[in-house]
């Protein structure tokens, strides 16, 4: 048995996060999925107190919130190393995970994404209109200091990949499959090549909703 197992809800980009790093590691993982309406359950109560994915449980080891998984990853498996040595573009990395985290993620992800992807598809629901068109923009802003913090790099630290590209790339992934990235992503050719060069990892390839919700159903 693999002595990777992490726990996650099939298309969660923050669970995608840790699946493509283990990827990027080429290490074997296990996938425990987690059924959505599960989440506030004692039983995964007891794997993450507040109610959310991923978790990752390593030979007894349970960890949760994906920035303290990717870098425990990256110490726990240095190589291909994912964290810049140099002081500047680790800030940078730094960073830029924390807009994913704060300013990506609240107010807009949880939003747009929301109600443009994960309301209708998978619970039925209807996109609120007005919830997307408030949280506009902030994304704007969002998106628009993404571009900036890229710039002319391959990638979000400089010329490696690193956990900054891991983290935000499932997350902007999902607004590539929206109306509104025609105003948000696709005016910034930067980001889209980025994006495109993230998309076509293998590591990405292997984490889609779909090939995540395959791999749930054979767990
Ligand atoms: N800060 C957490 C956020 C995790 C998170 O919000 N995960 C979402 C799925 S992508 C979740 O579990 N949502 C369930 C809920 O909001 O109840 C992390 O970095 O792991």
Known sequence: ???????????SP????????????????????VAPGTLKTPEHLALHPFGRVPVLVHNGFRLYETQAI?????RVLPQPALTPTDMKRAA???Q???????YLFHGVGNVIIFHRVIGPQVLGLTPDEEAIKAAMPKAHAVFDELANLLGEQPY????????????????VDFFTMIPEWTVLGAPHANLV????????????KATTWERVTDLAKAA
Request: hydrophobic content about 45%; glycine content about 4%.
């Open 14 to 33: 923050f669970g995608r996060s840790v699946l493509a790093m283990l990827e990027e590691k080429k290490k074997p993982y296990r996938l425990a999925p």
């Open 92 to 94: 940078r990395m730094d």
């Open 96 to 102: 830029a995970m924390n807009v994913n985290d704060w």
């Open 1 to 11: 048995m693999s002595e990777f197992a992490v726990h996650s809800i099939p298309g």
């Open 193 to 204: 090549a980025w994006m495109q060069r993230m998309q076509e990892r293998p590591s990405l």
């Open 156 to 171: 979000f630290a400089g010329d490696q990949l690193s956990l900054a590209d891991l983290l935000l790339a499932p997350a």
């Open 70 to 74: 990717l870098r425990y990853l990256d």
